[in-house]
């Protein structure tokens, strides 16, 4: 074999100056490489090895094996938490979905001051989480509370909104839909990228607004709706602030959700443990609902041809 089929065996050689290159490549992103394989990686592979121990931050950890995750599973607060948190991510995924979808429809018309209105719909996306539940808890009060006025007018009895087990979940989902700005905003760049000549085409064979939303608009954006659909259901499985703030778990646990269940195993009653081994069957609940998402996004999400 000659000397020059073996240099073609082995590739083209790396220049110097390609391989200077790659090195200051790889220098500007060593600061995000070492940031996630500190702040990332070693506190995921940390917290699998706290599942399999009983620690409680000052006594020296004791291997039990599997031990934590058989006492979850024998644990009733464990399937209080899971039901309390699949009904809310069910419910406040589908309405915040339907309520930003709605907005987008809104402000993708052709009105005056319609960029104005797209950014005092998007505001309360990046007004502090704390202020808006505060805020809410006000709205929400028993006694003097806006929404119970609201309901005095029509003769409605006063709710007990955050203080009724039967109201404390319904609750909190309208409280989410107060940030759906960041969705309503994916649902409009969605909109803008629909191909006009289909909507065209449509109306010149007599079909009107509704039909062409639904058999149009409605399938070109299925991409976009899996996207803000995914995200939704991810975010929701970790629903923490809203109920560690407004009602901390009650009533009766009605709002007692999963990672508010693990932060009270770790920071109240410091199980470490027992709380890792709670965040690592709820990153296989998320992992197997996103890959459950996808596998059925190939019966009706619809991407142009050409379209990865």
Same mark, same amino acid.
């Given at each position: 074999m000659t000397s020059g089929s073996l240099a073609q065996r082995r590739g083209p050689r790396l220049s110097r100056g390609r391989f200077r290159r790659y090195l200051w490549g790889y220098f500007f992103v060593s600061p995000w490489i070492i940031g996630t394989l500190i702040f990332t990686a070693y506190p995921l592979i940390y917290s699998?090895? @706290?599942?399999?121990?009983?620690?409680?931050?000052?006594?020296? *950890?004791?291997? $039990?094996?599997?031990? !934590?995750?058989?006492?979850?599973?024998?644990?009733?607060?464990?399937?209080?938490?899971?039901?309390?948190?699949?009904?809310?991510?069910?419910?406040? &995924?589908?309405?915040?979905? %339907? $309520?930003?979808?709605?907005?987008? $429809?809104?402000? /993708?018309?052709?009105? *005056?001051?319609? /960029?104005?209105?797209?950014?005092?719909?998007?505001?309360?996306?990046?007004?502090p989480t704390v202020a808006s539940v505060i805020i809410f808890m006000y709205l929400f009060n028993p006694d003097f509370g806006l929404f119970n006025q609201v309901l005095g007018w029509f003769g409605i009895e006063r709710i007990?909104?955050?203080? !009724?087990?039967?109201?404390?979940?319904?609750?909190? #989902? #309208?409280?989410?839909?107060?940030?759906?700005?960041?969705?309503?905003?994916?649902?409009?760049?969605?909109?803008?990228?629909?191909p006009q000549a289909l909507v065209e085409a449509a109306s010149i064979d007599g079909a009107g607004k509704l039909r062409i939303?639904?058999?149009?608009?409605?399938?070109?954006?299925?991409? &976009?709706?899996?996207? /803000?659909?995914?995200?939704?259901? #991810?975010?929701?499985?970790?629903?923490?602030?809203?109920?560690?703030?407004?009602? !901390?778990?009650? *009533?009766?646990?009605?709002? @007692?959700?999963? $990672?508010?269940?693990?932060?009270r195993h770790a920071f109240e009653n410091f199980k470490m443990g027992y709380a890792a081994a709670i965040g690592w069957i709820?990153?296989?609940?998320?992992?197997?609902?996103?890959? %459950?998402?996808?596998w059925t996004s190939r019966r009706w999400v619809y991407y142009e041809a050409g379209a990865p």
């Amino acid at each position: 074999m000659t000397s020059g089929s073996l240099a073609q065996r082995r590739g083209p050689r790396l220049s110097r100056g390609r391989f200077r290159r790659y090195l200051w490549g790889y220098f500007f992103v060593s600061p995000w490489i070492i940031g996630t394989l500190i702040f990332t990686a070693y506190p995921l592979i940390y917290s699998l090895y @706290l599942a399999v121990v009983k620690y409680d931050l000052i006594t020296e *950890p004791e291997f $039990v094996a599997f031990g !934590n995750f058989t006492r979850m599973f024998a644990d009733d607060i464990f399937y209080t938490a899971l039901a309390n948190t699949a009904f809310y991510t069910f419910l406040a &995924v589908t309405a915040q979905l %339907l $309520v930003a979808f709605f907005m987008a $429809v809104l402000l /993708n018309q052709k009105v *005056p001051l319609v /960029n104005v209105f797209r950014t005092i719909f998007y505001l309360p996306t990046v007004t502090p989480t704390v202020a808006s539940v505060i805020i809410f808890m006000y709205l929400f009060n028993p006694d003097f509370g806006l929404f119970n006025q609201v309901l005095g007018w029509f003769g409605i009895e006063r709710i007990k909104w955050l203080d !009724n087990p039967a109201w404390s979940k319904p609750s909190l #989902i #309208i409280m989410s839909l107060w940030t759906v700005g960041g969705q309503m905003l994916i649902f409009l760049s969605g909109l803008q990228a629909v191909p006009q000549a289909l909507v065209e085409a449509a109306s010149i064979d007599g079909a009107g607004k509704l039909r062409i939303m639904w058999h149009v608009t409605v399938p070109m954006i299925t991409p &976009v709706i899996f996207f /803000n659909l995914v995200l939704g259901i #991810i975010g929701s499985f970790q629903v923490f602030t809203v109920a560690f703030i407004a009602t !901390n778990g009650g *009533p009766v646990d009605s709002t @007692l959700f999963f $990672v508010l269940w693990m932060y009270r195993h770790a920071f109240e009653n410091f199980k470490m443990g027992y709380a890792a081994a709670i965040g690592w069957i709820l990153l296989l609940i998320i992992l197997l609902f996103t890959l %459950l998402q996808f596998w059925t996004s190939r019966r009706w999400v619809y991407y142009e041809a050409g379209a990865p």
